[in-house]
């Protein structure tokens, strides 16, 4: 076998940086010895996280907030939890949405 041909990339890969090159602070939940996590085990690491970032109440705001999770069916296979991938969801009421305008 000869030579690869052209330039042979090595080394590891950067993580891309948000959209707009703005600063995000990433919060990571994890099994433990990589274990996938139950729904409990995502319940309590969401409280924790929410009990941490309280102690930032009034500081800063969040611009927003996107969170991805990889669901896994007994055999280990992706499992969308809704067809269409996506949940928007608002902690707030909207007066004109409860109204049906």
């Known amino acids: 076998m000869g030579r690869p041909y ?3 990339k090595r080394g590891t890969r950067k993580p891309k940086p948000p959209q707009g090159g703005e600063a995000a602070f990433k ?16 319940r309590d690491g969401l409280y924790e996280t929410a009990r941490r970032l309280q102690k930032l109440e009034g500081v800063p705001r969040a611009k927003w907030v996107t969170l991805y999770v990889t669901m896994i ?4 296979k992706e499992v969308l939890p809704d067809p269409s991938g996506a949940w928007d969801i608002f902690p707030y009421k909207c007066a004109a949405d409860e109204l049906g305008a």
């Open 27 to 42: 919060v990571r939940l994890r099994g433990k010895d990589g274990a996938a996590l139950s729904m409990q085990e995502i």
């Open 6 to 8: 052209g330039t042979v």
């Open 73 to 76: 069916d007994e055999d280990g």
